[in-house]
């Protein structure tokens, strides 16, 4: 099944302490990207990749790194979360056609 | 910011009515996305229409899109309580790398069985 896995569904830590969100994608698409959702703020951009070892700043990068080593591979790590970064946070992949995205399920972090 | 407007933010219909949900947006595009988002799940995508197209559609689902008013509309026909969801429609701007997708706000749709 043409999907796109985020782990972990859901995840509370503490504030600085480093923590990395896994994204895979088993379609071969060449554009991935990380967005976060909260309420009243809609989603906005994180980061994005055009492809391995191309990444680029969305909207809102502060405080969060990416790396695209492999194709089908896309984490997001938080260095040093804090609680602003609470949020729900997804991957999505999209090929070269530009079809649209296939979204994961979403992570939802909590930073105490 | 460059983020469009959706309007309404929130809409109410009985099952059978129609619903159009209304997106704005502020320069030009290279295409319009349209998405939907069942309570705390993830997107799913379910239109894209470039900007030189003027309609498409897909099943119930029916877009336009208007680059002269920088707007595009999706109409959803004889409405069913499994249409209740989230719509958001996202833009790729022209002049930025594609993969820099920028979502409105979402319009809240409610079907009454």
């Known amino acids: 099944e043409a999907q796109v896995t985020q782990n972990p569904r859901y995840l509370i830590t503490v504030t600085g302490k480093k923590l990395t969100v896994t994204c895979s994608q088993n379609m071969n698409h060449e554009y991935m990207s990380w967005y976060r959702q909260d309420p009243g703020l809609g989603l906005r951009q994180i980061y994005y990749?055009?492809?391995?070892?191309?990444?680029d700043k969305g909207d809102v990068p502060e405080g969060y790194k990416v790396s695209r080593k492999e194709k089908r591979n896309f984490p997001l790590i938080l260095e040093s979360p804090s609680p602003n970064q609470t949020s729900l946070y997804f991957c999505?992949?999209?090929?070269?056609?530009?079809?649209?995205?296939?979204f994961g399920s979403g992570t939802r972090l909590t930073v105490v | 910011s460059q983020q469009g407007e959706e309007d309404p933010q929130a809409l109410s219909i009985q099952e059978g009515e129609n619903a159009t949900m209304n997106c704005s947006y502020k320069t030009s595009i290279n295409n319009l996305q349209w998405y939907r988002q069942n309570s705390g799940r993830g997107l799913v995508h379910l239109i894209l229409?470039?900007?030189?197209?003027r309609e498409k559609h897909s099943g119930r689902l029916r877009v336009t899109l208007d680059t002269s008013k920088k707007s595009s509309s999706l109409l959803i026909t004889a409405s069913r309580a499994a249409d209740t969801a989230s719509y958001f429609c996202a833009t790729d701007y022209r002049g930025t790398s594609y993969g820099k997708l920028t979502f409105g706000q979402g319009t809240i749709l409610t079907v009454h069985p």
């Open positions: 990749s055009m492809n391995v070892e191309v990444t």
């Open positions: 229409i470039r900007s030189n197209e």
């Open positions: 999505a992949s999209s090929n070269l056609q530009g079809s649209g995205y296939t």
